[in-house]
């Protein structure tokens, strides 16, 4: 579950045109065209958008955690376990990615 809109509980949706945050009590949809700051926190993202005085805050990106085993080639001689967190960093790259396209 990821936190915004004043502790709104909810999911936080990317689609290559729009950032929509789905929640209990209330929903936003916002134009990625319309972002004209994201600054990546550890635990989601702070972003300001045209046509907005307010600063928005979505956290709790943290609770998507994945678990990898890299298994190595023949040639290869490891064998590591990899624990990942998505951050703010990571949703601030795949929204500057998709204003590329």
Not at 29 to 52: A, C, F, M, V, Y
């Amino acid at each position: 579950m990821l936190y915004g809109l004043f502790l709104n509980k909810g999911n936080l949706i990317l689609t290559n045109k729009r950032l929509i945050f789905s929640g209990k009590t209330n929903s936003k949809e916002i134009l990625l065209s319309k972002i004209n700051t994201i600054i990546p926190l550890d635990h989601g993202i702070q972003l300001n958008r045209s046509g907005k005085q307010k600063t928005e805050y979505y956290v709790g990106t943290d609770v998507l955690e994945i678990e990898m085993t890299l298994i190595p080639t023949k040639e290869e001689n490891y064998n590591d376990k990899i624990k990942w967190k998505l951050t703010g960093f990571e949703i601030k790259k795949m929204i500057q990615m998709l204003l590329r396209e």
